[in-house]
């Protein structure tokens, strides 16, 4: 059995998890615990003060006594807003409080974009165009050719946690480009782990979305691969015997 923990800003597509927990079908726990959101906008502001250490910290000890083995802040703003950095002392921090290899969703996006062998990116953001600028800036650090950013201006969270496969599909469409081997979705309040196979078919590439690339990057730290199609190219780079 494998368990590897997740703090989630509020309530918006937290149901993914259980949801990818059940694609994987194999001896993973996927444990969950909220995280203060704090003012639910997608500003820069905001979203420092939604991944300050102190929320973080105060949801460390029920995912120790989860049986976690690793834990990602599963936030992908909330986290690249702080640049380069500010993101790694953020999982630094993280990391001393909970006893654990920590890591969040902005570093799964770098890690995860490796994974799957793209050069060149789009991005196709629910959030508003500076916020976006902020993630492509970010991708850039981590040595990712970022080839378009298309932002939705989208402002807050509950928002975005409405959306189903119309304008999931619709926002990646837009936000694809032709020089782009990949398309990036980062937002964790974004449902879309039951489209991420869909939205590659439609898209012919890989599609890494940020509660997919989150559960990747957990499993990831705990040294644990599986092979769960159903998830995208991104969870098909293992054998198909689950270990």
Request: hydrophobic fraction near 50%; charge should be negative.
């Amino acid at each position: 059995m494998t368990a590897v923990g997740f703090l989630y800003p509020g309530h918006s597509a937290e149901d993914d998890y259980p949801r990818i927990e059940m694609l994987i079908d194999s001896d993973v726990r996927l444990p969950l615990v909220h995280t203060d959101i704090g003012e639910d906008a997608h500003r820069v502001d905001a979203l420092i003060e939604m991944g300050s250490p102190e929320r973080l910290a105060a949801g460390v000890e029920e995912l120790r006594l989860s049986g976690a083995e690793a834990v990602v802040w599963a936030c992908t703003s909330g986290s690249f807003v702080r640049g380069w950095e500010g993101a790694l002392e953020q999982v630094r921090e993280l990391a001393v409080a909970a006893g654990l290899p920590a890591s969040s969703t902005s570093f799964a996006f770098a890690h995860a974009v490796r994974e799957v062998g793209a050069r060149g990116v789009a991005v196709a953001a629910t959030y508003p165009e500076d916020v976006a600028g902020h993630f492509a800036a970010f991708l850039k650090a981590a040595g990712v050719e970022v080839v378009s950013v298309r932002g939705s201006g989208i402002i807050t969270a509950a928002e975005v946690g409405t959306w189903g496969w119309p304008e999931v599909l619709a926002m990646a469409q837009a936000g694809d480009h032709p020089d782009a081997q990949a398309v990036l979705l980062p937002d964790t309040a974004l449902h879309t782990a039951a489209f991420v196979r869909d939205l590659e078919q439609e898209l012919g590439k890989p599609v890494l979305t940020a509660n997919q690339v989150t559960v990747w990057e957990a499993l990831r730290l705990a040294d644990r691969r599986v092979n769960a199609p159903a998830l995208g190219v991104l969870f098909t780079k293992e054998p198909l015997v689950q270990a």
